[in-house]
Each structure stands twice: as structure tokens, then as C-alpha cells.
């Protein structure tokens, strides 16, 4: 259940490809951000299961709970992705590769191209703390875990403790694996793809994933 419900939902992993080649994250930081997020993503669900079978709330209203979360996340998810789209494409602009002509003491003419924002964003980027695992770190713990509360967690409840802990942690450890492999599996083979004049626009690109993947989850239901 864990390893279809994330494969299903390309919100698991398309937001860590994309913005861990945008971005430029080593395979350590991808691992991380991706680790925590997943983490935070499952334990959500799990916190809320077991505050609710504890205090025997209705299952019917915990579903309304994690339907209204699951709302939340996915418009989280459209804004984000919007506000880094207009963001990737001003920069993208900006950074449009531009001929220099030189004049050299022995009178040769020389030309290069380049762009301004590129040459000097990459230093003041390392200076500044990055947001961006934060703003999707906490997307993530508003995004519900839909199958594990209704589908796992309440029927194990009505047989034993320890059984809703292994069900609950056997569902953690398969949904945060699948994420891992998959995201650390995809930038890896992305890494060798030539993005060519492509490569300024990256940023753009990573925003409209992740805008499309809150849009999916809206109305496709993903």
C-alpha cells in the first residue's frame, strides 16, 4: 500500500527531481530534504490515527480532516509552484546570454558570450539560507497520507496495539523507501542529460512541475 500510494502520486518526487537539478543539490542534501519531508509527510498521518483511536474519535471525521489537509497541501503545492515559475522565467530572462566585443592593445577584436545573473547568483545563493526545503518540508506535513488512517491504521487498532504500530511503521518505512529510490534514482540518471541552452530555464521548469502536481492533485485526485 505505501509503495503504490507513492508511485501514484507524483507529488511524492517530482518536486525533489526537479528542484535538485534547479537547484544544483548534491545527492546528500536530495537524500535529506527528501528523507524529512517523506518523514514528515507520513508521521502527520500517524500522530493524528493514533490521537484519534485514542480518543475514539469517528473514523468519518478524521477522513474530513485529512480530505481538508489534503486540500490544503495541494493549493500549497499550486502556489509554491506558481510563485517559483514567475520567479525561474524573470531570471531566465534576465540571465539571457548576451556577445561582448573587446578591443585588444594589438588592435584584435575578441567576443564572448554570457550572462550577468548567472555568473554571480550561484556565490550569494550559498551565503543566503535556502528556504526552499523548508517551504517544502512543510507542504509535505500538511499532505495526508490518504490510505493509512481508513484503510490500515483503524482495522489493525481492533486487533492489537503492537499490530497498529507494525502496520503503522511497516507503511513509514515503504512510502519514505519508495521516495528515497525513486528521487535519488531519477536525479541520477537527469544529471546526464544535456540541458544545453535549456539550462537557465530549469528554474522555470521545476516550478511548473510542481504547480502541475498541486493542480493534479486538485482535480485529478492524485
Known sequence: MGFLHTLAGPDHYLPFIMMSKARGWGRAKTFWVTLFSGLGHVLSSVVLG???????????????????????????????????????????????????????EDGGPHEHTHGHVEAHTHVHEREKVNITPWVIFTIFVFGPCEPLIPILMYPAAHQSVSGLLIVAGTFAVATIGTMLVTVLAASYGLSFVPFGKMERWTHAIAGGTIMLCGLAITFLGL
Not at 67 to 84: C, N
Open 50 to 104: 493514533f490521537i484519534g483511536i485514542g480518543l475514539g474519535v469517528a473514523l468519518s471525521k478524521l477522513e474530513l480532516i485529512e480530505s481538508f489537509r489534503g486540500d490544503m497541501a495541494a493549493w500549497m503545492f499550486t502556489a509554491f509552484g506558481f510563485v517559483y515559475l514567475v520567479w525561474g522565467i524573470h531570471r531566465a530572462i534576465r540571465n539571457r546570454p548576451h556577445t561582448h566585443l573587446h578591443v585588444h
